[in-house]
T-cell receptor
Framework: NAGVTQTPKFQVLKTGQSMTLQCAQD?????MSWYRQDPGMGLRLIHY???????DQGEVPNGYNVSRSTTEDFPLRLLSAAPSQTSVYFC????????????FGQGTRLTVV | EDQVTQSPEALRLQEGESSSLNCSYT??????LFWYRQDPGKGPEFLFT???AGEEKEKERLKATLTKKESFLHITAPKPEDSATYLC?????FGKGTKLSVKP
C-alpha cells in the first residue's frame, strides 16, 4: 500500500498566486485532515473531513479551501498565496475520528515569496 | 478551550540515560490521547493511543502512561536512533512537541 501520498513535495509561489496541494490515500479511510507545521507552533489544523462531501474548518482555515468529492482524495487550495502561508503542510488520514491511529503524508514544503 | 502542552521543549540525553516526557491536556470529549514520533523532513508516525486513566502501552524502549490530566512517555535506556521529535495530542489537536537528542 502507498498510504498517504502528497504532491508536490516542494513548491515556490509568488504572492497572489493560487495552487492546489494534492493528498490521496488508498486505505479507504473516512477521516482526512490538513495541518500546517511552523517552527515553534507545532501542527495546526486547517481543515478536516469526516467523509466524502463533508468538510469542516479547523484552527487556521483562513486563506484555504477544501473539498472532498471522493473517499480517496482531499485537496487543499490556496486561493491567493501570502508569505504568511509559507510552511510545511501535512495531510493525514485515519479509520476513526481523532487521530487515534492516523497516517501522515511526507509533507509539502511551500514557500511564498 | 482545548489545549495540549508538552514539556520540556527539548531534551538531551546520553545513551542509556532514562527519562520522561510530559504531556498535559485539557481536551473536551477526548476520544484518546495519542503519541507520535516525527523525524526531520518526514511526517509524524503513530506510536500509541491511550483511552483511559491508568492505561499503559509499551513499544520497545518506550512506555506511555495516562492520568486524567497528563500523559508521560517514558524512555528506558535510549539509543541514538530514538532521537526525534515526540508529539502528543488529543482528538485533532497536537502539542508543540519535545525534541529528543540522544548522544552516544
Amino acid at each position: 500500500n502507498a498510504g498517504v501520498t502528497q504532491t508536490p513535495k516542494f513548491q515556490v509561489l509568488k504572492t497572489g498566486q493560487s495552487m492546489t496541494l494534492q493528498c490521496a490515500q488508498d486505505m479507504n479511510h473516512e477521516y482526512m485532515s490538513w495541518y500546517r507545521q511552523d517552527p515553534g507552533m507545532g501542527l495546526r489544523l486547517i481543515h478536516y473531513s469526516v467523509g466524502a462531501g463533508i468538510t469542516d474548518q479547523g484552527e487556521v482555515p483562513n486563506g484555504y479551501n477544501v473539498s472532498r468529492s471522493t473517499t480517496e482524495d482531499f485537496p487543499l487550495r490556496l486561493l491567493s498565496a501570502a508569505p504568511s502561508q509559507t510552511s510545511v503542510y501535512f495531510c493525514a488520514s485515519s479509520y476513526s475520528w481523532g487521530n487515534t491511529e492516523a497516517f501522515f503524508g511526507q509533507g509539502t514544503r511551500l514557500t511564498v515569496v | 478551550e482545548d489545549q495540549v502542552t508538552q514539556s520540556p521543549e527539548a531534551l538531551r540525553l546520553q545513551e542509556g540515560e532514562s527519562s520522561s516526557l510530559n504531556c498535559s491536556y485539557t481536551v473536551s470529549g477526548l476520544r484518546g490521547l495519542f503519541w507520535y514520533r516525527q523525524d526531520p523532513g518526514k511526517g509524524p508516525e503513530f506510536l500509541f493511543t491511550l483511552y483511559s486513566a491508568g492505561e499503559e502501552k509499551e513499544k520497545e524502549r518506550l512506555k506511555a502512561t495516562l492520568t486524567k490530566k497528563e500523559s508521560f512517555l517514558h524512555i528506558t535506556a535510549p539509543k541514538p536512533e530514538d532521537s526525534a521529535t515526540y508529539l502528543c495530542g488529543g482528538n485533532l489537536i497536537f502539542g508543540k512537541g519535545t525534541k529528543l537528542s540522544v548522544k552516544p
